[in-house]
C-alpha cells in the first residue's frame, strides 16, 4: 500500500527542466515590451504566452490557412507576414533558391548571393529594363523576368524584409531614406 501511495504522488507531480539562454539588451527590451502589452505578471509569463500564440498561428498557416489584419486607416484588409512561416515554392523557379539566412526568407538567383529583391530593384528604383538588367548582372532574360514575377507574388514579404534591413541600419546610426514610390 505504501509503494502504490508513494507511485501516485510521484505520477501527480510535474516534472519542471530549468531553461537557460543568454539574450542581448535588444531582446531583452522585446521581451519587456511583449510582457508589458500582454499585461503578463512574469517574463516567463510573456515569453510561455508568446509560444503559445506563434504555435497556433504557426499550425494554422501549415494548414495553408493565411493570416489577416482589418481595422487600418483605410479600412482594408491587410495580409500578416511572419518569415519563419512563409511556405517557399522554390520548385516553382528555375532561376531562384532559399538560402538559410537569420531573418531573410525571400528567394535568390541560384549560385550568387544575390536577392530577387535586389534585381528587381534595378528595374524600379535604377528604371532599368529587363534586358539591361540582366546585362547588368550577368543574367538569362528569363532569370530577370523569374525574379520580377516573384517579387510581384511576394510583395509584402519583400516590403517586410525591406522595413526590417532599415530598421537595423537605423539602429546602428545609418539611416536610409524610403524609395521613391513606385
Known amino acids: ?20 539562454f543568454n539574450i542581448t539588451p535588444e531582446q531583452e527590451a ?11 505578471p512574469t517574463t516567463k509569463d510573456a515569453i510561455l504566452s508568446a509560444v503559445r500564440f506563434y504555435t497556433v498561428v504557426a499550425g494554422r498557416v501549415k494548414e495553408g490557412q493565411e493570416l489577416y ?13 511572419i518569415p519563419d512561416l512563409e511556405v517557399l515554392k522554390p520548385s516553382e523557379y528555375k532561376y531562384l533558391i ?21 534585381v528587381y530593384g534595378d528595374i524600379l528604383l535604377d528604371k532599368m529594363s529587363p534586358v539591361e538588367t540582366a546585362a547588368n548582372w550577368d543574367l538569362p532574360l528569363e532569370a530577370v523576368y523569374e525574379c520580377i514575377r516573384y ?7 519583400i516590403r517586410m524584409e525591406s522595413e526590417e534591413e532599415r530598421r537595423l541600419l537605423a539602429a546602428e546610426g545609418i539611416i536610409i531614406e524610403d524609395p521613391p514610390a513606385a
Not at 30 to 40: D, G, H, R
Not at 69 to 81: D, H, L, R, T
Not at 101 to 107: F, P, T
Open 1 to 20: 500500500m505504501i509503494y502504490s501511495l508513494l507511485t501516485y504522488k510521484y505520477c501527480a507531480m510535474k516534472i519542471t527542466k530549468r531553461q537557460n
Open 30 to 40: 522585446e521581451i519587456a515590451q511583449l510582457k508589458e502589452i500582454i499585461n503578463a
Open 69 to 81: 489584419m482589418s481595422g487600418n486607416k483605410q479600412n482594408q484588409v491587410e495580409k500578416i507576414m
Open 98 to 118: 532559399e538560402r538559410p539566412h537569420a531573418w531573410k526568407r525571400q528567394l535568390y538567383v541560384k549560385g550568387r548571393r544575390l536577392p530577387a529583391a535586389t
Open 151 to 157: 517579387c510581384k507574388e511576394n510583395e509584402s514579404l
